[in-house]
């Protein structure tokens, strides 16, 4: 696998107010963009520092993927994802080496962006996602 850096880490909260005002108020950092996903069932919130971003995922239902997480495991670090190019190569490649894909092929996240996701079983209890921005390309 390819992977070109540390595109965020995402961080499941019950309140996103609430979790903004920590981010911003405590820690100094900006708050640049707050959007629904809503096949997914969430919102989000973004921040930057340095290249990397922090994704913070209030649940918009509690049968969502992040309510579901906070339910069995409270709030915290939820996942990490990597900036990558030609993610279906990737994806093709992870599954060849017996990598369990969540995500066969890629589909719309946040910010515009292709993501899909490898199953924590197979990656040592890390739920990983795999980032391309074709804008970019």
Same mark, same amino acid.
């Given at each position: 696998?390819?992977?070109?850096? $540390?595109?965020?880490?995402?961080? *499941?909260?019950?309140?996103?107010?609430?979790?903004?005002?920590?981010?911003?108020?405590? +820690?100094?950092?900006? !708050?640049?963009?707050?959007?629904?996903?809503?096949?997914?069932?969430?919102?989000?919130?973004?921040?930057? $520092? @340095?290249?990397?971003?922090?994704?913070?995922?209030?649940?918009?239902?509690?049968? @969502?993927?992040?309510?579901?997480?906070?339910?069995?495991?409270?709030? @915290?670090?939820?996942?990490? *994802?990597? *900036?990558?190019?030609?993610?279906?190569?990737?994806?093709?490649?992870?599954?060849?080496?017996?990598?369990? +894909?969540?995500?066969?092929?890629?589909?719309? @996240?946040?910010?515009?962006?292709?993501? *899909?996701?490898?199953?924590?079983?197979?990656?040592?209890?890390?739920?990983?996602?795999? !980032?391309?921005?074709?804008?970019?390309?």
């Amino acid at each position: 696998m390819e992977l070109n850096y $540390i595109e965020h880490i995402g961080i *499941a909260v019950k309140d996103l107010p609430s979790a903004i005002g920590y981010y911003e108020d405590i +820690l100094g950092l900006r !708050c640049y963009s707050i959007e629904e996903v809503k096949d997914q069932k969430v919102k989000t919130a973004f921040f930057k $520092i @340095g290249q990397t971003k922090i994704e913070l995922l209030e649940s918009t239902s509690p049968d @969502g993927p992040i309510g579901k997480f906070i339910e069995k495991k409270g709030e @915290g670090i939820h996942h990490i *994802a990597f *900036a990558v190019n030609n993610i279906e190569t990737q994806l093709g490649n992870a599954a060849s080496k017996g990598i369990h +894909l969540i995500d066969e092929k890629p589909r719309k @996240g946040a910010e515009g962006l292709e993501i *899909a996701f490898l199953h924590p079983r197979s990656t040592f209890g890390v739920l990983t996602e795999l !980032c391309e921005n074709k804008k970019q390309l």
